[in-house]
């Protein structure tokens, strides 16, 4: 079955700092885009940063410059440092792949969401 594993969420300090992980397990093809979503209450879902399987990136104009997405392809696992946190960060970090996957005769791909991980940053 496969499984997108998120961790590294928890309560910081504004001005600190968190590193989130995903590693995507089960049996796969490969992983197209990876990327980080996140949700505050009441908001809608956002887009924080993606990148490609060749390592382009790119981010949400708010998070420019203070957050980094990465990702280990040997691992399946994608990363995202966040460092200068602000109270309007605090949300739940969702991470997403886009998977090739086996099927019967052909490959076909599909996104895949983590559970989600709650970020809080507190003033």
């Known amino acids: 079955q496969v499984q997108l594993v998120e961790s590294g969420g928890g309560l910081v300090q504004a001005g600190g700092s968190l590193r989130l992980s995903c590693a995507v397990s089960?049996?796969?093809?490969?992983?197209?885009?990876m990327g980080w979503y996140r949700q505050a209450p009441g908001k809608q879902r956002e887009l924080v940063a993606d990148?490609?399987?060749?390592?382009?990136?790119n981010y949400e104009d708010s998070v420019k410059g203070r957050f980094t997405i990465s990702r280990d392809n040997a691992k399946n696992t994608v990363y995202l440092q966040m460092n200068s946190l602000k109270p309007e960060d605090t949300a739940v970090y969702y991470c997403?792949?886009?998977?090739?996957?086996?099927?019967?005769?052909?490959?076909?791909?599909?996104?895949?969401w983590g559970q989600g991980t709650q970020v809080t940053v507190s003033s």
């Open positions: 997403n792949a886009d998977l090739n996957l086996v099927g019967p005769g052909s490959l076909y791909s599909r996104p895949y």
């Open positions: 990148i490609t399987k060749g390592g382009s990136t």
């Open positions: 089960g049996i796969i093809f490969s992983i197209n885009a």
